[in-house]
């Protein structure tokens, strides 16, 4: 085997490997938002699912997010965006990740598309705490 074939059939397999990762997380997102649409998330909130709310009583700047994917799965809009506005946009952002990640890997580009991933999250931190602390002086947080 010369050099440039071992060379095509490593390339080969890193594609065929990158599809299959973007498959799996296709399919791990469905599975996970068709588990929590049939779960009683969005119901009992005497029963949180935080750590830190069950162990000091303090509401997160995520306070809320679970129960609000759950009515957003469940085609409650307005009391979802009630429970936390970051859900919609949280849900909107990840899909587009994931498309944009298929359209590479379809157009088999070279460039990179995870550059972008840090400052991402480091304005969703920042919103994240910019919604907290309004919440927190309008006393708005979910119970």
């Known amino acids: ?3 440039a074939r071992a060379v095509e059939t490593a390339r080969f ?3 065929r490997i990158a599809r299959l990762a973007w498959a799996a ?3 791990a997102a469905m599975a996970g938002a068709l588990t929590l649409r049939a779960s009683a998330a969005a119901g009992d909130p005497s029963h949180p699912l935080c750590l830190l709310r069950t162990v000091t009583g303090l509401a997160c700047p995520t306070c809320g997010l679970t129960r609000a994917a759950a009515l957003l799965l469940a085609g409650e809009w307005r009391a979802s965006l009630a429970m936390h506005p970051m859900a919609a946009a949280l849900a909107v952002q990840l899909a587009a990740g994931w498309m944009a990640w298929g359209v590479a890997l379809a157009r088999r580009s070279r460039e990179r598309i995870d550059r972008w991933i840090p400052h991402a999250i480091a304005v ?3 919103a994240f705490l910019a ?6 002086a309008t006393g708005t947080l979910p119970r």
């Open 131 to 136: 919604i907290w602390i309004l919440r927190l």
């Open 124 to 126: 969703e931190a920042a």
């Open 13 to 15: 397999g890193r594609a």
């Open 25 to 27: 997380c296709g399919a």
């Open 1 to 3: 085997m010369t050099m």
